[in-house]
Nanobody, 122 residues
Framework: QLQLVESGGALVQAGGSLRLSCASSGRSFSNFAMAWFRQTPGKERELVAAISMFGSSTYYPDFVEGRFTISRDNTKNTVSLQLNNLRPEDTAMYYC???????????????WGQGTQVTVSS
């Protein structure tokens, strides 16, 4: 059974960078598309980035504006999210998720990590 654990969240100043990591356990990591979502209290979960099973396809919503990059290493069973030029509105709990295929909707992903907090100060 696939399990996901996020790390790398921190308090950073606006304009700074962070690299979030998601480590998986189990031997079926490459069978899943992966994604990063974020959520703040009172707001719906929103997709930040998604990547296909072998990393050949990626997707970013418009608000990312080229600032974030998702990547995966199937030999290490990890997926990462590079966050650059962070803004206060990027403050959220960031979650790693796995699903059967690359999708934009949160309910298409089946396995979730516990989240890692990113806080961007002004």
């Amino acid at each position: 059974q696939l399990q996901l654990v996020e790390s790398g969240g921190a308090l950073v100043q606006a304009g700074g960078s962070l690299r979030l990591s998601c480590a998986s356990s189990g031997r079926s990591f490459s069978n899943f598309a992966m994604a990063w979502f974020r959520q703040t209290p009172g707001k719906e979960r929103e997709l930040v980035a998604a990547i296909s099973m072998f990393g050949s396809s990626t997707y970013y919503p418009d608000f990312v504006e080229g600032r974030f990059t998702i990547s995966r290493d199937n030999t290490k069973n990890t997926v990462s999210l590079q966050l650059n030029n962070l803004r206060p509105e990027d403050t959220a709990m960031y979650y790693c998720a796995a699903g059967p295929s690359l999708a934009r909707r949160w309910d298409m992903y089946r396995v979730w990590g516990q989240g890692t907090q990113v806080t961007v100060s002004s």
